[in-house]
């Protein structure tokens, strides 16, 4: 029996998406998700956080980060995270619009607060 997996972060970036990559790599049947409002990224400070909404592709955050400031963001890792989830996917997906694209026998939640917006 083949299982489907379900992969949840706030954002759909950093955990859900390196699980997504693991599993995918590994043979797994895997999706992946986001529960927040919008995809947050880190800033040049704690008070300006990088803003998308779900759908915009990894490309385009790629793009625009390099444009603001390559070499903060490549010593951050923000850009190679955004270049391994574009290898991956087209777009970050939010869990509450995204997920009745299937039944998932298992699904893992990176955080207390995904783990309630995703059983709600």
Not at 5 to 29: I, P, T, W
Not at 54 to 81: A, Q, S, V
């Amino acid at each position: 029996m083949n299982l489907r997996y379900g992969v949840v972060c706030s954002s759909n970036q950093n955990r859900s998406m390196e699980a997504h990559s693991l599993l995918k790599r590994e043979g797994f049947d895997v999706c992946s998700y986001g529960t927040g409002a919008h995809v947050k990224l880190p800033g040049p400070s704690l008070r300006e956080p990088n803003v998308y909404d779900f759908g915009t592709p990894y490309k385009h955050m790629f793009d625009d980060l390099r444009r603001k400031d390559p070499e903060l963001y490549k010593r951050n890792g923000i850009l190679p995270m955004l270049k391994r989830n574009s290898a991956v996917k087209t777009a970050p997906q939010r869990w509450q619009e995204s997920a009745a694209d299937g039944a998932f026998d298992v699904v893992f939640a990176f955080e207390e607060k995904v783990f309630d917006m995703v059983i709600e």
